[in-house]
C-alpha cells in the first residue's frame, strides 16, 4: 500500500466521521406490540475511531446501526454526524454514501463482477463516467491485495472472505465519513477469520475512516477496536464502556499480550451476564 | 442412563483407531479428488477429542466415516477392536444441520431410536426421555415439534435424542455452527458439565480456535492438503472448566501453540 | 466409474422404451380386450409418420404435417409474447410498489380461480372470430404464470440488496434497474417455462374446441375422420414442440444469468 | 414486504384494521363497473352480453333452484374427484419408485418425460377410442391432469429428502421398513402436497375443456351450450359456477393438507 488513491482522502487528522448519539431511543409498532429496542442509548464517536459494539441477540445493536445507516428512524433522542443533523424525531434519516453498511451475510450483487460491485457507488450516483469509475476500481482493487485479478469474476465463484474483501472496498471507494460493519466476520473459521481480522486493520490505519463494528465475540471487539461497548438485553442501552489502549498496528502478539487479557476480564462477565439473561428469556418466550 | 455415574478406567468404551484411511471422489471430469488421505490417528476413549481445521478439509468426511455412512477406499476404522462397517447405536452423530424429525414431536424424536430397535417398551422409553428431557430443562417441550424450538434448544433435544441409547461414542459436527456467540458459550459449557459427569468418549469437530481450546482433552489439527491429521495437542487446563478459564496464561499459551500449528500450512496472508 | 454408470444408464432407457413400445404393440395385437384393439399399433402409426405419401396426407413429408405445427407454434408463441410483454412488467411493478400490488393482486385473485379454458365460450363471443378468441385463452393462462412468478421473484430479492443499493446512493430508478430486474430474472423465466407450457396446454383445447388448423384441431378431427394412426402421431409431434419451446426458454435463461451457472458448478467439499 | 424504497423496510404494516386492502375492493368494482358500461354502451363484442346485475337476477331466478344446474355441479365434482383421487393412489407410489429404485428410474423415466408435455387434452380422442363408456373416458382425462404432476413433485420430493435425517435412523437401527414408513414418507408430505394443490387445480381445467368437447353433461357443458344456444347469461353463470367450485375444491385440498402435516402450520 504505497501510494494514497487519488479520490479516498486519509489525512490523518481525520476530519469528518464524528458521530454522536444523544439518548435515542427506539419503539417498534408503539400502538400494537409496543416492542422497546433501544432505550436511552448515548454515545460519542469521536472522527477516525473504531468502535466495537458488543451485546447478546435482541440488545438492539443493529437497530442502531440501521438508525445510523438512514433504514430506520429513532422515536427519541437524535443523531449529530459532524456537527449536522443525521436523524431526529421529525427528521428522518436518509440512507447515503457517507455512512455504508457491510451486511452480515454480504449483499454483493450476484448478478454484477467484482469490479462493477465496487465501482457500483461511483456509477450510479454519476460522480464519475464509466471508464473512469472502472480505472479507479481497478487501481483500488491492485492496491488491497492485488485483487485485481478476479475483477471478472462474479460473487458466487469467490469464497466467503474474497466476497468480504470486494464489499469493504465496495464501500471505501465511495470515500465514506464511517464504515458501519454488522457482524461481517460471523459464520467464517478461524484461519479466514483471522485474516480477514488484518484485512480489515490495515484499511484502517492507512484510511483511518470512523468504524461502527457490531459484534457478538469479545475477543474480536478488543482485537479490533478503540473503543468497546457492551449493551444489555432488549430494551437495549449502554451497560459498559471499555477503551482499548493496545498499540496499533495489531498483530497476533496483541491477541496474547497480558494487557489484552485485562481487558477482556473487565468485560467478559458484563458480557456473559446479558448472554445468560437473553438466553433465559428466549426461552421463556418461546415456552 | 438413570443417573450418569463415573465409569471406571479399564472398561472405556469409544477407543477409534484409524489406520491409513484414504478415501476419494470422481469429478465431473473423471479426475479423482481425495477427501482423505492416508489418515492414520487414535483417539483415546473417556476423553473429549477435538478434531480442528479449516472448513472444507474433510473433517465432516472424516465423522461421516466414523459414523459408517461412507465407506473409505483404504485402510480400516475399528471402534473397541471391532471394524465399523456400518451404522450403528455404539456411535450416534450429532449433524451441524439439525437432523430432528420435524414431523415427530420432540418426545418421539428422543423415544424413536431405543423403540426402533426395541430396546425398551414405550412406557419405559417415555420415562427415560422425560428423565433426560427434564435434565436438560426440556420437560414441558415435549410434545412441541422442532419447528417450535430455538437453535439452542434443538441441539440439547438432538444430544437427549442420542444419550437415550447410552452409545459407547458421541460425535458431534460442528454443532453450534450458525448459532449466536453467546448461545454458543452456553451451550459448551452445557456439553462440558454433561462430559465431565459421565466421560462419555466424544469426538468434536469444529471450526473455531476458542471453542476447541475450551471443550478439548485433545486437539487433532487436521490440514487441507494434505487432508489428514499430523498434530495433536494436549489440553491440560484444569476440569471442570468454566468460561473464566478464558481469561487464564495457561490458556494463552495453549492457544498460541495451536495458532502456530493452524498456520503452519496455510500463510493465507494476501 | 463415471463412464460406465452412464452407458448402463443409456442401455436402461432403451431398454425402457423398447418395453414400452412392445407392450404396446402386444396389448394391441393380441391382447383380446376390444378396447386395446381399437387403438393404433405403433408400427402402423410409424410406417404413417414416415411415409412419402401416407394414407391419412400426414406425414414428415407433406405439407400440411407443417402447417399444422406452424398455425399452433404461432399462436402458441404470440400469446407467450403478449404475455411476457404485460406479465412480467405488471408483476414487477406490483412487486415493487405497494399500491400497485394492492390494485392488482385482489382483481387477479377474484380472476385466477376460474380455469381458463371456461373463458373459451365467452372469448368467442366478445373477440371477432375463433383466432383471436384461442390466442386470448391461451394468452390468458401465460399472463397469470408469467405475472405472479415475477411477483414472487421480486418478493424473494435478499432485502439486504435494497439496502446496499441505498446506501451506495441509487435512486429508485436505479433500484429498479439494478437490483430489482436482475434479482427477479431467476424466477421470471422459471415462471415463464410454466407459461409456455400452460400455453401448449391450453392452445390445445382452444384448437379443439373454436379452429380450422393446427395441431390440437389436427387430433380431434383426426379422430372424427377415423384416421386414429394420425391422432397418435400429432399427439407425439404436439410433445416435442411442447418440449423443444421450454427448452429454448432454459437456453436463453441460462444465457441471461451466466451469474448464476458458475456458482452452479462449485465443487463439492 | 414490498420492496418499495419510499416504504419503510420494516415488514409490519400500520396496524390491524388498516388491513383492509380497499385499493383492491376499488379495483373490483371498477372491473364489474366497466363490464356495466361496455354491455351498455355495447362496446364491440360485449353488445349481447348481459350485465353483471342481469347475470345474477337470471341465476337467482332460474337457476338457483334448477335441479339441472346442481346436476351438473354433481357431474363435474365426480368426474374430478375420481380422476384426482385415481391419480394419487397411482402417482403417489410411481413417484416414489422413480424416487428411490435407480434402475427403475433409469428404465422408465425417460417415457414418462416423453409423454408429459403432452397436454392431457390431447389425449381426449384416445380415451374415447379406448375407454368404453364417455364418462370413463373423461375421468381418464382429469386422470391424466392431475397423474403426471403428482409423480413429478413426490419424485423431486424423494430426491430433497434430507441426509441426516435418513442416516440418523439408520444409525439407531430402524429397519428399511422403519426407515420408508416413518422418515421417507413423512418427508415426502410437503412435496405430495404441493403435487395435490397444483393437480387439483389442473383438473378443473382439464375436466371443462374435456366436457366441452366430449360431453352431454357437467358444468363445461352447461357453458358451451350457453354459447351454442346463444344465451350468454348462461356462459357467464357458468364461467362463475367453474370458478366456484374450482375454488372450493382448492380450499378442500388445502384443507387436507394442512391436516396431513400438522408440525407445518404449528411452526
Not at chain 3, 404470440?78 to 411476457?84: Q, R, Y
Not at chain 4, 388491513?19 to 363484442?45: D, K, P, Q, Y
Not at chain 4, 375420481?82 to 402417482?91: E, H, K, N, R
Request: glycine residues 6%; hydrophobic residues 45%; negative net charge.
Amino acid at each position: 500500500m504505497t501510494d494514497k488513491p487519488v479520490i479516498i482522502d486519509s489525512s490523518t487528522d481525520a476530519r469528518f466521521g464524528h458521530l454522536s448519539v444523544q439518548n435515542v431511543s427506539k419503539v417498534y409498532d408503539p400502538l400494537g406490540a409496543h416492542v422497546e429496542a433501544l432505550d436511552d442509548c448515548s454515545l460519542e464517536i469521536p472522527a477516525g475511531e473504531f468502535i466495537a459494539v458488543v451485546g447478546p441477540s435482541g440488545c438492539g445493536k443493529s437497530t442502531l446501526l440501521n438508525i445510523l445507516a438512514g433504514f430506520d428512524n429513532l422515536t427519541a433522542g437524535q443523531v449529530l454526524i459532524d456537527g449536522e443533523k443525521l436523524a431526529t424525531i421529525d427528521h428522518p434519516p436518509r440512507p447515503g454514501s457517507d455512512r455504508v453498511v457491510v451486511f452480515q451475510n454480504g449483499a454483493l450483487f450476484p448478478w454484477k463482477t467484482v469490479l462493477q460491485n465496487v465501482v457500483y457507488g461511483l456509477v450510479v450516483q454519476n460522480r464519475f463516467p464509466e471508464s473512469e469509475a472502472n480505472e479507479m476500481g481497478m487501481e483500488l482493487l491492485a492496491r488491497s491485495g492485488n485483487l485485481d485479478r478476479i475483477a471478472g469474476s462474479y460473487p458466487s465463484q469467490l469464497s466467503s472472505g474474497m466476497q468480504r474483501r470486494v464489499e469493504i472496498l465496495r464501500a471505501l471507494i465511495n470515500n465514506p465519513r464511517i464504515l458501519l460493519l454488522d457482524e461481517p466476520f460471523r459464520a467464517m473459521d478461524t484461519v479466514s477469520k483471522t485474516t480477514m481480522h488484518r484485512y480489515l486493520l490495515e484499511i484502517y490505519d492507512q484510511y483511518h475512516k470512523t468504524v461502527f463494528f457490531i459484534t457478538h465475540d469479545l475477543d474480536e471487539a478488543i482485537f479490533l477496536a478503540d473503543t468497546v461497548v457492551v449493551m444489555t438485553t432488549r430494551p437495549g442501552t449502554i451497560k459498559l464502556r471499555l477503551d482499548v489502549d493496545l498499540p496499533r498496528p495489531r498483530t497476533r502478539e496483541t491477541m496474547l499480550s497480558q494487557r489484552f487479557l485485562e481487558l477482556k476480564q473487565q468485560a467478559v462477565s458484563a458480557v456473559h451476564e446479558e448472554a445468560k439473561k437473553a438466553f433465559e428469556r428466549g426461552e421463556r418466550e418461546l415456552a | 442412563m438413570a443417573e450418569p455415574q463415573q465409569k471406571s478406567q479399564q472398561d472405556l468404551k469409544g477407543h477409534i483407531s484409524i489406520q491409513n484411511l484414504g478415501l476419494s471422489y470422481e469429478d465431473k471430469d473423471g479426475s479423482a479428488v481425495s477427501v482423505i488421505e492416508n489418515c492414520s490417528v487414535e483417539f483415546d476413549p473417556g476423553l473429549l477429542n477435538v478434531v480442528m481445521g479449516k472448513s472444507g478439509c474433510g473433517k465432516s468426511t472424516l465423522a461421516y466415516l466414523i459414523a459408517g455412512y461412507l465407506k473409505a477406499d483404504q485402510g480400516l476404522i475399528a471402534i473397541d477392536g471391532r471394524a465399523v462397517t456400518k451404522p450403528g447405536a455404539d456411535r450416534i452423530m450429532v449433524f451441524q444441520e439439525t437432523a430432528l424429525w420435524p414431523w415427530m414431536t420432540v418426545t418421539e424424536n428422543v423415544i424413536f431410536g431405543p423403540l426402533v430397535r426395541n430396546a425398551f417398551s414405550r412406557a419405559e422409553a417415555t420415562s427415560k426421555a422425560e428423565e433426560l428431557l427434564e435434565r436438560f430443562g426440556l420437560l414441558d417441550f415435549g410434545n412441541k415439534y422442532p419447528g417450535q424450538l430455538s437453535g439452542g434448544m434443538k441441539r440439547r433435544a438432538e444430544i437427549a435424542q442420542a444419550l437415550i441409547n447410552s452409545p459407547d461414542i458421541m460425535v458431534l459436527d460442528e454443532p453450534f455452527r450458525g448459532l449466536d456467540v453467546m448461545t454458543r458459550e452456553l451451550l459448551q459449557e452445557y456439553y462440558l458439565q454433561l462430559f465431565e459427569e459421565t466421560r462419555l468418549s466424544t469426538l468434536f469437530i469444529t471450526s473455531e480456535l476458542e471453542e476447541a481450546l475450551f471443550l478439548a482433552d485433545r486437539i487433532y489439527v487436521m490440514t487441507e492438503a494434505p487432508n489428514n491429521i499430523e498434530q495433536v495437542i494436549e489440553i491440560d487446563l484444569p476440569r471442570p472448566r468454566s468460561y473464566e478459564v478464558t481469561t487464564t496464561q495457561q490458556y494463552l499459551e495453549l492457544k498460541q501453540v495451536a495458532m502456530e500449528y493452524l498456520y503452519a500450512g496455510s500463510e493465507e496472508y494476501l | 466409474m463415471w463412464k460406465l454408470f452412464t452407458q448402463q444408464k443409456f442401455m436402461l432407457m432403451w431398454l425402457g422404451f423398447m418395453i414400452t413400445i412392445l407392450s404396446w404393440y402386444a396389448a394391441v395385437k393380441w391382447l383380446p380386450i376390444s378396447s386395446f384393439q381399437r387403438l393404433p399399433d405403433p408400427l402402423t402409426v410409424v410406417i404413417e409418420w414416415f411415409n412419402t405419401d401416407p394414407d391419412y396426407g400426414l406425414s414428415v413429408f407433406t405439407r400440411d404435417y407443417y402447417l399444422h405445427i406452424w398455425y399452433s407454434t404461432y399462436r402458441a408463441t404470440t400469446s407467450f409474447i403478449l404475455a411476457v410483454i404485460l406479465g412480467v412488467p405488471l408483476g414487477i411493478l406490483m412487486g415493487w410498489r405497494v399500491k400497485v400490488n394492492d390494485y392488482a393482486s385482489a382483481l387477479l385473485s377474484i380472476l385466477r380461480p376460474i380455469p381458463p379454458l371456461a373463458w373459451v365460450p365467452v372469448a368467442i363471443l366478445i373477440f371477432p372470430g375463433s383466432e383471436p378468441a384461442v390466442i386470448f385463452v391461451t394468452f390468458l393462462v401465460a399472463f397469470f404464470a408469467t405475472t405472479m412468478n415475477t411477483l414472487l421473484g421480486v418478493k424473494s430479492i435478499n432485502s439486504d440488496y435494497f439496502k446496499a443499493a441505498q446506501c451506495l446512493g441509487a435512486r429508485p430508478k436505479d433500484i429498479l434497474r439494478d437490483i430489482i430486474i436482475p434479482g427477479a430474472l431467476p424466477s421470471i423465466f422459471t415462471g415463464l417455462q410454466i407459461a409456455m407450457g400452460a400455453a401448449w396446454f391450453s392452445l390445445v383445447a382452444g384448437e379443439m374446441i373454436a379452429a380450422q388448423y393446427g395441431l390440437g384441431f389436427m387430433i380431434l378431427e383426426s379422430y372424427n375422420l377415423v384416421q386414429y394412426p394420425t391422432i397418435i402421431i400429432m399427439m407425439i409431434t404436439l410433445g416435442i414442440v411442447g418440449y423443444i419451446s421450454s427448452a429454448i426458454i432454459r437456453l436463453v435463461g441460462n444465457h441471461l444469468m451466466r451469474w448464476r451457472e458458475q456458482s452452479m458448478g462449485l465443487s463439492l467439499t | 414486504m414490498s420492496a418499495g424504497s419510499e416504504s419503510r423496510p420494516l415488514p409490519s404494516r400500520p396496524s390491524r384494521w388498516r388491513h383492509l386492502n380497499w385499493r383492491g375492493a376499488v379495483s373490483v368494482i371498477t372491473f364489474f363497473v366497466l363490464w356495466h358500461l361496455a354491455v351498455v354502451l355495447e362496446f364491440a363484442g360485449f353488445a349481447e352480453l348481459p350485465t353483471p346485475v342481469q347475470t345474477m337476477s337470471i341465476f337467482v331466478t332460474e337457476y338457483l333452484t334448477s335441479i339441472d344446474y346442481w346436476n351438473s355441479w354433481l357431474v363435474s365434482f365426480e368426474r374430478v374427484f375420481y380422476g384426482f383421487i385415481i391419480a394419487q393412489l397411482l402417482g403417489i407410489p410411481l413417484g416414489l419408485l422413480f424416487g428411490t429404485s435407480p434402475r427403475f428410474r433409469n428404465m422408465f423415466f425417460p417415457v414418462f418425460e416423453l409423454l408429459r408435455p403432452i397436454p392431457p387434452l390431447a389425449w381426449v380422442p384416445i380415451s374415447i377410442l379406448f375407454w368404453p363408456t364417455n364418462e370413463s373416458s373423461i375421468v381418464f382425462i382429469t386422470f391424466i391432469g392431475a397423474f403426471f404432476v403428482i409423480v413429478i413433485n413426490v419424485y423431486d420430493g424423494v430426491g430433497n429428502i434430507q441426509k441426516e435425517h435418513m442416516w440418523l435412523a439408520r444409525s439407531l437401527g430402524a429397519s428399511r421398513m422403519a426407515i420408508f414408513r416413518r422418515i421417507m414418507l413423512p418427508s415426502v408430505i410437503p412435496s405430495i402436497a404441493v403435487g395435490m394443490t397444483l393437480g387439483i387445480a389442473i383438473t378443473w381445467n382439464v375436466v371443462i375443456a374435456a366436457e366441452m368437447i366430449a360431453s352431454d353433461s357437467g358444468l363445461g357443458r352447461l357453458t358451451w351450450e350457453g354459447y351454442v344456444s346463444s344465451t350468454p347469461e348462461v356462459v357467464l353463470i357458468g364461467m362463475i359456477s367453474i370458478g366456484l367450485a374450482g375454488y372450493l375444491s382448492s380450499i378442500t385440498v388445502d384443507m387436507i393438507e394442512r391436516r396431513m402435516m400438522p408440525w407445518q402450520e404449528k411452526s
